[in-house]
């Protein structure tokens, strides 16, 4: 586990696609809690991480920088969710019998969708540092690796992410309160 | 430290990034201070919260399943490709004999030459300019053009040199070259690339129909000519190809031709016909050029080897046609009906046909299809190109149904047909079985 993306991309590459399941491992918890905050559905989020993970695998040789696997990785991701949105919505549309917020309250969603869904709101830079400290379990300086900044922007970009993150968990308390009210 | 430095800080301190005496200074001020101490214990649910999510989602297993429907893709992905592959070579162990080559190639051209009989009827109206716009046609002895049929896009373009009553025919999209006698109703093919020669036997309804379309607006024009009320309406003056133009529009109910002149010299420059359901235009033509007689020559040229067989294009029917059909969808196009039937779809056919490589002998046996095989398949094809294209110049109706239907299919219909004077329709269906059927009950 311990080596680095690059390293896990040239092994598949070179015939040992059975490496992959490395790169699976250390994203599949930052691109489950990306995508459940976004489609608000456990079962979606991991549906659209395989489908992403499948498509990397099989434009790996496409990729022209190793180093930044993670970024391509969610971008490929990106435009999955986007395609499921869409087919979410077309299936919605056809059977609008439940609401959406039956849907998002729905428990099997995952421990903690207020949070996942707060993170979602995130513009991308600051989402994506929060995603690999706490689901990549990177710490700081590998993030700094990774996403190729200095580590004095990391902390900056952390700060002000969980000034966002709070701002829009209290926002999202005040809307339930308001409806509970209603 | 002041509050503001601290709350600046307080990541770093938290992750445990700032160096011992920032670290100390931060930890002096939060004993001292409340609200920072507040925005402190605040971080830490946070964090907490983050950390704990982080925590389930770290459990969840989707390694096994990416790997397994990675290992299903790959195996769908080199089934599909080795599909193809066995598709495409069938495909070209077919076109691999090279008379089967040459009759493809030439069954199209034949074929796009039938129709002159069709023409009949009164025409009625006139003017007298029209007369100088045909004379270089009726008159002239040798001409040079292009015949596109279909799209001047996508369409064929052949290249065509008339020389009384031979011509000379290239392709844009293929080497075969075509030397056709109509008064002997004989066709010399040869494939360039293959060094290879083959005549053609074109009495019958092909002989019939064999005149260059040079030949079919002269008809049309001489008889517009010797009749005093001709049908001619004028389509005043265009720019085309950089000349100044005149047009003229001839309508009849199976025909529609249309003639575009210098407006000065009275040359025709551009000439669209519409025949039933197929669109042929001629255009850069040339009059009166000189021509070297060994370019229509009827010989086989120096260097060619001629095959022993004449190939006899004097028959063909219905089962010719389901050969085409089923090479097209079966091999071309793995499976599926295409999506229209028109005289160019089945050149740009033909061409993407003759164009095929020939494999290894090695390859070829393993296949197990004979040289006869292959030829017989191939000259059924070629026969199937003549029975479709001659089904609208004698007078048949048809329509094309295949669109998205699989080959196979034996519920649904993909062509059907009514010979002139005939009072049902013939149905071929995706599997290539045919049934009668009368107007009233044909499918929808």
Redesign the interface.
């Known amino acids: 586990m311990s080596e680095t993306d690059k390293y896990y991309v040239e092994r598949c590459l070179d015939g040992h696609p059975d490496d992959f399941r490395h790169l699976v491992k250390r994203y599949q918890a930052v691109l489950l809690a990306h995508l459940a905050g976004k489609l608000g559905n456990r079962s979606s989020a991991e549906e659209v991480a395989q489908e992403a993970f499948v498509r990397a695998y099989f434009k790996m040789d496409r990729l022209k920088k190793p180093q930044l696997f993670f970024s391509w990785l969610f971008g490929i991701a990106e435009r999955v969710a986007k395609e499921q949105l869409r087919r979410e919505k077309i299936r919605q549309q056809r059977e609008s019998i439940r609401s959406f917020t039956e849907e998002a309250q729905r428990p099997e969603l995952s421990q903690d969708y207020a949070l996942e869904k707060a993170i979602a709101t995130l513009p991308e830079a600051y989402r994506k540092v929060i995603l690999l400290r706490y689901y990549g379990a990177d710490s700081c300086s590998r993030i700094a690796e990774r996403l190729n900044m200095p580590l004095g922007t990391v902390t900056k970009t952390l700060s002000r992410a969980y000034a966002m993150l709070r701002e829009s968990l209290q926002q999202q308390q005040q809307t339930n309160i308001y409806e509970v009210q209603k | 430290m002041n509050c503001a430095k601290c709350k ?1 800080l ?3 301190y938290v ?1 445990g ?1 700032l160096d011992e005496s920032q670290t100390q200074a931060v930890a002096e001020h939060l004993k001292n201070c409340p609200s920072c101490q507040a925005e402190m214990s ?2 830490g649910r ?1 964090r907490d ?6 925590k ?3 459990r ?4 096994d ?3 397994n ?2 290992i299903r ?2 195996k769908s992905r080199l089934k599909k490709s080795s599909e193809v592959n066995r598709q495409y070579s069938v495909w070209r162990l077919i076109m691999r004999s090279r008379i089967t080559k040459l009759a493809a190639a030439a069954a199209i051209v034949v074929v796009a030459l039938v129709g002159i009989h069709q023409l009949g009827g009164p025409l009625a109206g006139g003017t007298v300019t029209f007369a100088d716009v045909i004379e270089p046609i009726l008159n002239a002895r040798t001409v040079v053009l292009d015949f596109i049929v279909g799209s001047e896009e996508t369409g064929t373009v052949m290249q065509d040199l008339i020389a009384g009553s031979k011509i000379r025919r290239t392709f844009s999209n293929m080497e075969t070259i075509l030397i056709i006698d109509i008064d002997n109703a004989k066709m010399l093919t040869l494939d360039p690339v293959g060094k290879s020669a083959v005549y053609m036997d074109i009495q019958g309804p092909l002989q019939e129909g064999t005149k260059s379309y040079l030949g079919l607006v002269r008809d049309i024009v001489s008889e517009i000519v010797d009749n005093p009320n001709i049908p001619v309406q004028g389509l005043g003056e265009r720019e085309i190809d950089g000349q100044r133009a005149v047009g003229f529009l001839l309508s009849e109910p199976k025909i529609k031709l249309t003639i575009w002149a210098d407006a000065e010299t009275a040359t025709p420059i551009r000439i669209e016909m519409l025949m039933g359901q197929t669109r042929t235009i001629i255009k850069n033509i040339e009059f009166d050029v000189p021509v070297d007689e060994s370019l229509v020559s009827m010989n086989v040229p120096a260097g060619y080897t001629l095959d022993e067989q004449e190939q006899d294009w004097s028959e063909f029917n219905e089962e010719d046609f389901l050969v085409v059909l089923q090479v097209w969808a079966k091999y071309v196009l793995g499976g599926k009906f295409p999506d229209s039937i028109s005289l160019e779809d089945l050149m740009n056919l033909a061409s993407q046909l003759t164009n095929m490589a020939p494999r290894t002998e090695d390859e070829v046996h393993q296949l197990g299809m004979s040289d006869e095989e292959q030829a017989r398949l191939g000259m059924a094809m070629g026969r199937g190109f003549v029975f479709f294209q001659q089904l609208e110049p004698s007078g048949a109706d048809w329509h094309y149904v295949g669109k998205g239907v699989e080959f196979g299919d034996a519920n649904t219909a993909v062509f059907l047909y009514r010979q002139k004077g005939s009072d049902t329709y013939r149905v071929i269906y995706g599997d290539l079985h045919v049934e009668d059927s009368a107007p009233e009950d044909l499918p929808k």
């Open positions: 600046e307080l990541v770093a992750e990034l605040e971080l946070l919260r983050l950390v704990g999510n982080g389930v989602l770290a969840s297993n989707l390694e399943e990416v790997m429907r990675i893709e790959q």
